[in-house]
């Protein structure tokens, strides 16, 4: 099966510092989904990203298909940004529905 | 708008038991998913359905079976439990067109003892 790799596996920021987590897959993807798991469990949808560059806020994430990569950025950081970073795919040509999650980073940011 | 509902949010099972983890949406979605969650291994996908009365097997099925009637519900139900079946399980859903990010309920922690 597709394989979804990320780094780096934890990271610890200052308040205010900026942050690049990186998500490689071993196959074209369909479907490519960056999830935030806070402190208390709660995973929540950052972005849905097969291709291209999309922003939200102080976060943005910019996935290059051709070369099987997905990057999400954290600018100006705050405390509340700590938890794990999921990131999710879907194989072309695979089942649909079957997104597939790497094991995610964790990151802390320190007051 | 309750979104993904999971019930309960605490369980625990004695080995052998049987129980129902409960899932519903009030999107209208299309898709539903049933994730484990475990240390170290990220979420792993346990069963999905495309729609009502259509299910499918994900990475790690056994142990597991699953149902989907409605749009709305989709139950997860433990045949007879075993301690390597304690984690933390999540409910998605997901549109089937356009941008199907995924939405996930509060999850349900499960201790096999």
């Known amino acids: 099966g597709i394989q979804v790799e990320q780094s780096p596996p934890d990271l610890i920021l200052q308040e205010g510092a900026n942050s690049t987590l990186r998500c490689n897959f071993s196959?074209?993807?369909?479907?490519l989904q960056w999830f935030h798991q806070n402190p208390w469990g709660q995973l929540i949808n950052l972005f849905y990203?097969?291709?291209g560059t999309k922003q939200n806020g102080r976060l943005s994430a910019t996935t290059v298909a051709t070369e099987r990569y997905s990057l999400l950025y954290i600018s100006s950081s705050q405390t509340t940004d700590s938890g794990v970073y999921f990131c999710?795919?879907?194989?072309?040509?695979?089942?649909?529905?079957?997104?597939?999650f790497g094991t995610g980073t964790l990151l802390a940011v320190q007051p | 708008n309750a979104g993904v509902t999971q019930t309960p949010k605490f369980q625990v099972l004695k080995t052998g038991q049987s129980m129902t983890l409960q899932c519903a949406q009030d999107?209208?979605?299309?898709?539903m998913s049933w994730y484990r969650q475990d240390p170290g291994m990220g979420l792993r996908l346990i069963h999905y359905?495309?729609?009502?009365?259509?299910?499918d097997q994900g990475e790690v099925p056994n142990g597991y079976n699953v149902s989907r009637s409605t749009t709305e519900d989709f139950p997860l139900r433990l045949l007879s439990a075993a301690p390597s079946q304690t984690s933390v399980y999540f409910c998605?859903?997901?549109?089937?067109?356009?941008?199907?990010?995924?939405?996930f309920g509060s999850g349900t922690r499960l201790t096999v003892v």
């Open positions: 998605a859903s997901s549109r089937w067109t356009g941008n199907y990010g995924y939405t």
């Open positions: 196959d074209s993807v369909n479907n």
């Open positions: 990203i097969p291709s």
């Open positions: 999710a795919v879907e194989r072309v040509g695979g089942a649909t529905n079957k997104l597939i």
């Open positions: 999107m209208n979605h299309e898709y």
């Open positions: 359905s495309v729609g009502a009365g259509i299910t």
